[in-house]
């Protein structure tokens, strides 16, 4: 168990709709960072937040936007899903913002999408 | 611009002998490198990681990884094979003076075969 959360674990939804998926960070991580895995495209870097401020942004298209709380969880907002959103959407944190100090990134088990 | 490679999508094994997943970086600066593994319905695991130092860095369930600078390599290594350690094994690398985002490679299949 990593200590990341990931809420739901498996959604199915229609084309044009919107979801939203839910992450909680490890205790004490500040940093949270949303990934698409799909089979067409691997493991894709969406977009970081720390602390509550967007530090980086990936592949991350228009229709997806998310956000940190000042409790530190995150929310992705998926909308108006086309049936290609299909993935599984993973969750990860870390304790810092940058990269110098070597930090791990620890994913969640992630958020299972199926657009219908 | 930063990219791993693994180049084997599949890789078969005998139970107790032992295993190599490659995988090759390209990156414009230091890297950092890891290691995760993905059990079947399951998330990404952290494995290991080459920060700096000894250039052969031991991880969790007795894998290792050793960093090439010269060959740009780190390869996952285990020196005898478990049926258990059947799953997908991804490679990812971060710059020292980059984005604390991870680039991944495309994953390689482990099988290991009893």
């Known amino acids: 168990d990593s200590g990341v959360t990931q809420t739901p674990k498996h959604l199915i939804t229609a084309t044009g709709q919107r979801v939203t998926l839910r992450c909680s960070p490890r205790?004490?991580?500040?940093?949270v960072y949303w990934y698409q895995q799909s089979l067409d495209q691997g493991l894709q870097f969406l977009i970081q937040?720390?602390?509550?401020?967007?530090?980086a942004k990936g592949n991350i298209l228009e229709r997806f936007s998310a956000q940190q709380f000042p409790d530190l969880h995150s929310e992705l907002n998926l909308s108006s899903l086309e049936l290609g959103d299909s993935a599984l959407y993973f969750c990860?944190?870390?304790?810092?913002?940058?990269?110098?100090?070597?930090?791990?990134?620890?994913f969640g088990e992630g958020s299972w999408l199926t657009v219908v | 611009a930063q990219s791993v490679a693994q180049p084997e999508d599949q890789v078969n094994v005998a139970e107790g002998n032992p295993l190599t997943v490659k995988c090759t970086y390209s990156v414009s600066g230091n890297p950092y490198l890891f290691w995760y593994v993905q059990y079947p319905n399951r998330g990404l695991q952290f494995l290991l990681k080459y920060i700096t130092g000894d250039n052969l860095v031991k991880g969790s369930y007795g894998f290792e990884a050793e960093f090439n600078k010269s060959q740009t390599s780190f390869h996952l290594k285990k020196p005898s094979a478990l049926v258990s350690d059947s799953a997908l094994y991804f490679c990812a690398v971060r710059v020292i003076t980059g984005a604390n985002n991870l680039f991944f490679g495309t994953g390689t299949r482990l099988t290991v075969i009893p």
């Open positions: 205790s004490g991580d500040l940093s």
């Open positions: 937040y720390y602390n509550g401020e967007e530090r």
């Open positions: 990860a944190s870390s304790v810092t913002r940058d990269p110098g100090s070597g930090n791990t990134i620890y």
